[in-house]
């Protein structure tokens, strides 16, 4: 089962910021949460992970509560070509998991112009 | 990042039949994952495909529907056997390490 829990569906006006939150509350201690995106009829595609210390790319910042059981990702001037199924994941830790990515329903956000 | 070549792209096959998918990565990958994506549906985990052994598979999925091979830390291949139109779907190959994991662009499989 997931363990994470992510609104249905946003909407952002394009140049705004998006932030897209995700509930992980069951997470374990050395459970990393990932982000990937993925547009209509495409492969998912990474974005952003983290542990406990916010992270930045060039792409998104992701915000993680000091207690970890959420965090928001972050796309700091959404542009039409951002709307997509945005999915917060915990990686599993474990070898015996093979280190499996946990996948939830996801966010479908959309951007307007 | 690694990068993932997944081939067909697209297939629509006769109810019976089987189809190999084949995935490559363009460096050598620790570990390889199968998902099945319905329409509109998050990704549900096949299996994983370990290099030399037989893969691993997730509840509700079986060696004999899905066979996978991966013979090296390059390559693997999913084949779909004595399909069905339930099993039409996109079948998805992901390679990566611990520090996260690169999708190929899927193989949109139609059984009729």
């Known amino acids: 089962d997931a363990k994470t829990t992510q609104p249905t569906s946003m909407d952002c006006a394009e140049g705004r910021a998006a932030n897209l939150p995700c509930n992980h509350s069951?997470?374990?201690?050395?459970?990393?949460v990932y982000w990937y995106r993925q547009i209509h009829s495409q492969g998912p595609q990474y974005i952003i992970h983290?542990?406990?210390?916010?992270e930045t790319n060039e792409m998104a910042s992701l915000i993680i509560t000091e207690d970890r059981k959420s965090s928001t990702l972050i796309l700091p001037h959404a542009t039409l070509r951002d709307t997509a199924v945005y999915y917060c994941?915990?990686?599993?830790?474990?070898?015996?998991?093979?280190?499996?990515?946990?996948w939830g329903a996801g966010t479908k956000l959309i951007i307007k112009p | 990042s690694a990068v993932i070549s997944q081939k067909p792209s697209r297939d629509i096959c006769q109810r019976g039949t089987s189809l190999t998918i084949q995935c490559q990565v363009d460096?050598?990958?620790?570990?390889m994952f199968w998902y099945r994506q319905q329409p509109g549906q998050s990704l549900t985990l096949i299996a994983t495909?370990?290099?030399?052994?037989?893969?691993?598979?997730e509840s509700g999925f079986v060696i004999d529907k899905f066979p996978i091979s991966r013979p090296n830390l390059t390559f693997s291949t999913l084949t779909v056997s004595n399909m069905s139109p339930e099993d039409s779907s996109i079948y998805l190959c992901?390679?990566?390490?611990?520090?996260?994991?690169?999708f190929g662009s899927g193989t949109r499989l139609t059984v009729v």
């Open positions: 069951t997470i374990s201690g050395n459970e990393y």
């Open positions: 983290g542990l406990k210390n916010n």
């Open positions: 994941i915990v990686r599993v830790s474990s070898m015996d998991s093979n280190y499996q990515l946990i």
């Open positions: 460096s050598q990958v620790t570990m």
């Open positions: 992901s390679g990566g390490g611990t520090g996260g994991y690169t």
């Open positions: 495909a370990n290099q030399g052994s037989e893969a691993t598979y």
